[in-house]
């Protein structure tokens, strides 16, 4: 099948510039003269579709037959014991394990097998390989491997949230959300700032002292307050690193921004600019390069506690972030972007 389609692809492309020729044949000028004619000695009968090329190498996806661990969790409607999850996946792993050597035979590289979420292997192999990768034992199907950009548009749509600002009008208005992760670039246009890269090296230039209040602060867009727990130098990987706090947040990560923004971002639009309007089940029909978060006119807070390696220790920041904001009575919302590594 995968050969029929490329051969398919490589016709079309061979009647293009038959199409075109036929094309330029009009009664009512001379088109040739738009052309610059060329000698057959600079002229070249070799021709092959990219698509057509047998030998090029394309990344798939072969799924196997049986269900992979998610799916047996689903059908049996409770949570899996660790054994039995491990039973499953050992089961899975083998039967792929047992048609791994065909496929480096076929001159396959294997980049991932895959038991939990879904039961398949991932590879890069030849193109003209396909065909004899359906044959194998067990396999269920061959996939093109999908290329994902990033988008960040879709997400609160998908969840229906407009439906919710449409009906209830809860758009995150007198809410309090307290992020704590790496900061915030509250210069960021989705926060209500500049948006440019000078107006972050501005910031980031002064980033021990207090931030610019049209920026960050009581009085700033969506930012309101917050605290800088840690500085960039500190990393809990080292006993003799120690925090030094100051009371400029800036984000020169981006973990945090991300995380606030998903929350609470502002949204910008197309051309760069913050966006002002109303938010209700028509504002995901503008055109958005960043989509606006889950309750976008909360106030913002950030408290940092990663250091620019990214890493953080309860002993150390910790003990100081049940303390009482600067800003406001109290947070409705706190986000802890941490997790324990085992």
Not at 123 to 140: F, H, K, M, R
Not at 166 to 184: C, H
Not at 211 to 232: E, I, S
Not at 233 to 251: Q, T
Request: glycine share 10%; charged share 20%.
């Amino acid at each position: 099948m995968y050969r029929r389609i490329l051969a398919i692809a490589g016709a079309l492309a061979l009647t293009i510039p038959a199409t075109a020729a036929m094309a330029a044949t009009s009664p009512d000028s001379d088109p040739a003269a738009r052309f610059t004619q060329t000698s057959p000695s600079t002229t070249t009968g070799d021709f092959t579709p990219v698509g057509a090329d047998p030998t090029r190498r394309v990344s798939v996806i072969v799924q196997m037959t049986g269900d992979p661990v998610a799916v047996v969790q689903a059908d049996k409607g409770r949570a899996l014991t660790k054994s039995e999850r491990s039973s499953i996946k050992s089961k899975l792993k083998k039967e792929q394990d047992a048609v791994t050597g065909s496929i480096r035979s076929k001159g396959g590289k294997i980049e991932a097998q895959m038991q939990s979420a879904y039961n398949g292997i991932q590879l890069t192999i030849s193109s003209n390989q396909i065909d004899a990768l359906e044959q194998l034992p067990g396999v269920e199907a061959v996939h093109a491997t999908p290329t994902h950009t990033i988008d960040n548009t879709v997400s609160v749509p998908f969840l229906g949230v407009p439906d919710v600002w449409q009906n209830t009008g809860y758009t995150g208005k007198n809410i309090k959300i307290a992020v704590i992760d790496t900061g915030i670039d509250y210069t960021h246009a989705d926060f209500g700032g500049p948006g440019t890269a000078a107006a972050y090296k501005e910031a980031h230039t002064t980033e021990t002292q207090p931030a610019n209040p049209a920026w960050f602060g009581p009085n700033a867009p969506r930012v309101k307050g917050g605290t800088d727990l840690v500085g960039d130098a500190y990393d809990a990987n080292d006993a003799n690193s120690v925090p030094k706090p100051d009371p400029n947040p800036l984000d020169c990560q981006g973990h945090g921004s991300h995380v606030a923004g998903t929350a609470a971002g502002s949204g910008v639009l197309a051309d760069g600019s913050t966006y002002t309007g109303a938010y209700d089940d028509a504002t995901e029909s503008n055109d958005f390069a960043v989509g606006p978060g889950v309750a976008p006119q909360a106030d913002i807070y950030s408290v940092r506690v990663f250091g620019l390696r990214r890493q953080h220790q309860r002993r150390r920041p910790g003990h100081r972030l049940g303390r009482r904001p600067r800003h406001g009575r109290h947070q409705h919302v706190a986000r802890l972007g941490l997790r324990s590594r085992r």
